[in-house]
Structures are given as structure tokens and as C-alpha cells.
């Protein structure tokens, strides 16, 4: 599969490159359509010369350039690898070529990294609807030239959202083919972002963890735990960490775990969100148990749930803002720093889902 997609990458760029040497050379360029797979010229918006561009949009004319600002033109052709560092540029432009790019996640990834927080994305590419069967979708890519396949809407969404981007916003402009559309997508880079939790995110977020922990209003437990154990407790798919983008920090955390192996409480869960006291104010909190209710109901969860000490006034209050209700207090519960605490239940039943 990886030597298809190098020898269709070989024939894009043989082609493309022949193209732009007869346009650099002054030579009209004919219609790149039927010689250039991928470079889709018949479907180019207007307000672009004739000849500049072998894309399917006009990036700049919705990228919201600024004086001053630096931007990444993603293919711009001609070039080679270029390692640029984190948080270079404020905007990252691209014109048709992410629908070539055999490994989307991952450029979508390097766009996020290498945008400053508070960048911005604006791409044209080819979109595919969501509910175009899969033989349709590769005759119609088949037909504009499409070599590695593009993503469909709900793809690009769930790939820039994982990343940590927000704002996001796919606007069609133009039909090329049954079910594929040139289409402007737009997305932010945030301060703050949320994403799924890694492997590799484990030091920083026992060490929220803990420092929750010290704090004396987060729980009874006293350590946090080791990373084994914190893993195998939590629900994959509902652990998500909120990164401060300016310095890759986690600076937050939530995941949930199965209150019982009843197929009966299939649909509930329990869980935790904890957030650095040195980022409090900041809306963290906030993101992140958007993150986990949106990522329960899309699994069909029903209900989450926890306790909280009635003395974590901000913790009640964070949850209240995000839908969740004070079921009853259960007093005298359990002893904590040799005192026994009362712990009031919570829990958010979703709208949608159950």
C-alpha cells in the first residue's frame, strides 16, 4: 500500500511540475483536470488569474490576512521538506492538496503545531458527504483526480477537533462530482485545547492529579495514583486533556469510569475532572466537561455522575453551569484527614441519548 501511494505521489508531482513549467514559460496551460491528477483547475472560484492556480478555492480570500502576520502555504510545490518549529506562523493556508496528503491526521497535527495560539486555518480542499457510499466515493474521486482519497465532513471535523482546534466551519463552493464538493474549511488554534489524553501526557496529569489531591477539596483519596492503575480505571474515549497551547502544558484533566458491570448501568458513568490551580479562571474546566458529555453521548451514555464536598463551592458551581443537578447529600459518608465529610451527588441525564 505504501509504494502505491509513493508511485501515485510520484505521478502527481511529474505532472503538476510540467504544468507549472509551461505556465512559468508563458504558455497557456490546458485544462489541468485531464494531465494533473488532484490539481482539479476546472473548478477554480473566480477572483484568481487565469493560470495561477491548479486548486479547487481561493484560501486567501477567507485565511483573514493581516499585516504582519506569517503564513504557511501548505503544497505550495516546488520545495522541499522544510521542519519548521513549534508555534511559527499565525496562519496556515492550503489550496486542494490535503485530499493528496496520504497521512491527514498527522498533517493536520503539524498544521496545529506549528500554528502561534490564536492562529488560524483556512484551507479549500475536496470534502465528501458523509453518507456517499464508498464505491461512489472512489469513482467520483477516480473522476477529479482524487489519488489517496479525501475525508468526508464529519472526518474533518473529528480529525481537526482531535488535534485541538475549535471554531470549526466547513463551507461548500462548488459541486466537482457526485457527492465530492470544493469546500472551504476553517478552524482556530485555541489558548487553551482539548484533546485526547496520550501515553505520553501521564507525568503531567498525575501531577494535576496530586496537586488537586493536596489542595484537601477534591477527594478522599490522598495520592495519586500510578499510571497503570489510573488507566485501566478509565473509560477509553472519555479521557481528555485541556493543553495550554502556548507552552504545551496540561493543565487539566477528565475521564470517566463504569460505576458497575450491570449491562442494566450500561449507560452511566462516573467521573473526575481536576484542573491546575495556577490556570483557575481560565474556562478550563469548562472545555473539558464539554469534551466528556459530548464524547459520552455520541458512545450513548445516559448519565454522568460523582460526589462532591459541599465545601468545593467552584466545583458544584462549574457543574451546575454545565447542566449538572444536586441529587441529595449523603452525610457522614467517609473519613477524610481524620474527619468525616459529607459528599453531595451529582449528576448530569442527558437530553439526547437514554
Known sequence: MADDIDDRRSEVLRHCAGLAQTAQAGQPVPDASADCPGSHAHTCDTGIPEGASLGCGNPVAVADLRPGDTVLDLGSGAGLDVPLPDRAVDVVISNCVINLSADKPRTLAEAFRVLKPGG??????????????????????????????????????????????????????????????????????????????????????????????????????????TWETFTTAKLPGHRHVAVDTASDEVVGWVAASAVSDRCVYAGVVEHSVYVSPAHHGRGVGTLLLKALIDSTEAAGIWTIQSGVFP????????????????????ERIGRHHDRWRDVVFIERRSKITG
Do not use: W
Open 311 to 330: 465545601e468545593n463551592t467552584a466545583s458544584l458551581r462549574l457543574h451546575e453551569k454545565a447542566g449538572f443537578r444536586q441529587v441529595g447529600i449523603r
Open 120 to 225: 488560524r486555518f483556512g484551507v479549500s480542499d475536496i470534502v465528501a458527504d458523509d453518507d456517499l457510499e464508498p464505491f461512489r466515493r472512489e469513482e467520483a474521486e477516480r473522476s477529479v483526480g482524487c489519488t489517496v482519497g479525501t475525508l468526508t465532513e464529519a472526518g474533518y471535523r473529528a480529525h481537526l477537533t482531535a488535534v485541538g482546534f475549535t471554531d470549526i466551519r466547513l463551507t461548500r463552493t462548488s459541486p466537482l462530482a457526485q457527492g465530492l464538493h470544493s469546500t472551504i474549511v476553517q478552524a482556530t488554534k485555541p489558548e487553551i485545547a482539548v484533546r485526547p489524553m496520550r501515553d505520553d501526557d501521564a507525568a503531567q496529569v498525575l501531577a494535576v492529579y496530586q496537586t488537586g489531591l493536596d489542595g484537601g477539596q477534591a477527594s478522599f483519596e490522598t495520592t495519586a495514583p
